[in-house]
T-cell receptor, first 116, second 109 residues
Framework: GAVVSQHPSWVICKSGTSVKIECRSLDFQATTMFWYRQFPKQSLMLMATSNEGSKATYEQGVEKDKFLINHASLTLSTLTVTSAHPEDSSFYIC????????????FGQGTRLTVV | QKEVEQNSGPLSVPEGAIASLNCTYSDRGSQSFFWYRQYSGKSPELIMFIYSNGDKEDGRFTAQLNKASQYVSLLIRDSQPSDSATYLCAVGSGNQFYFGTGTSLTVIP
């Protein structure tokens, strides 16, 4: 399958600071990238969908000013958690797809964020 | 979000048995259906995808899709302890993927 690389794999930050997570498709052009959050023992929750060159579409209840998503190229999307707080501690996972729902999504390895 | 329902389990089967995982979805316009496996602390990995009604087999895995009933299932034959994981059903609708809550499977040696 295609390779999606997510960086960093884990990060610890102080409350009030911002953290940027990168998601790269290494061997294909990702028309669409998805960002998920997963709390322990819970399922993936879609946060937002981003298409290259356009603004991300956020799911209901997700603060777009807090979770900034940039999809500047067909191989890179970033998620910035601004002014992070302990309740933002979670496992953040990106996935990328070449043609939206017509093809499968490939996942990055995830980023475990801990805010102290 | 559009609904994708799975029995959360846990589902326990003895080694060598068939594990049956089920998923229903609410959006009749859904076009693509996926099964992912997720080990604890890891990202999901794709096992199977299916687009058309009927069965699709890949090794020990069989995906079954019934669009009329809005139902997709995954059968794992000759279950192994290494199959113990959470299995996520995902449905593609429009330009979105929606996941179920996952079914925890334990294969008992």
């Amino acid at each position: 399958g295609a390779v999606v690389s997510q960086h960093p794999s884990w990060v610890i930050c102080k409350s009030g600071t911002s953290v940027k997570i990168e998601c790269r498709s290494l061997d294909f052009q990702a028309t669409t990238m998805f960002w998920y959050r997963q709390f322990p023992k819970q399922s993936l929750m879609l946060m937002a969908t981003s298409n290259e060159g356009s603004k991300a579409t956020y799911e209901q209840g997700v603060e777009k000013d807090k979770f900034l998503i940039n999809h500047a190229s067909l191989t890179l999307s970033t998620l910035t958690v601004t002014s992070a707080h302990p309740e933002d501690s979670s496992f953040y996972i990106c996935s990328a797809s070449q043609e939206g729902s017509g093809s499968e999504a490939f996942f990055g390895q995830g980023t475990r964020l801990t805010v102290v | 979000q559009k609904e994708v329902e799975q029995n959360s389990g846990p589902l326990s089967v003895p080694e060598g048995a068939i594990a049956s995982l089920n998923c229903t979805y609410s959006d009749r316009g859904s076009q693509s259906f996926f099964w992912y496996r997720q080990y604890s602390g890891k990202s999901p990995e794709l096992i199977m995808f299916i687009y058309s009604n009927g069965d699709k087999e890949d090794g020990r895995f069989t995906a079954q899709l019934n669009k009329a009933s809005q139902y997709v299932s995954l059968l794992i034959r000759d279950s192994q302890p290494s199959d113990s994981a959470t299995y996520l059903c995902a449905v593609g609708s429009g330009n979105q993927f929606y996941f179920g809550t996952g079914t925890s499977l334990t294969v008992i040696p």
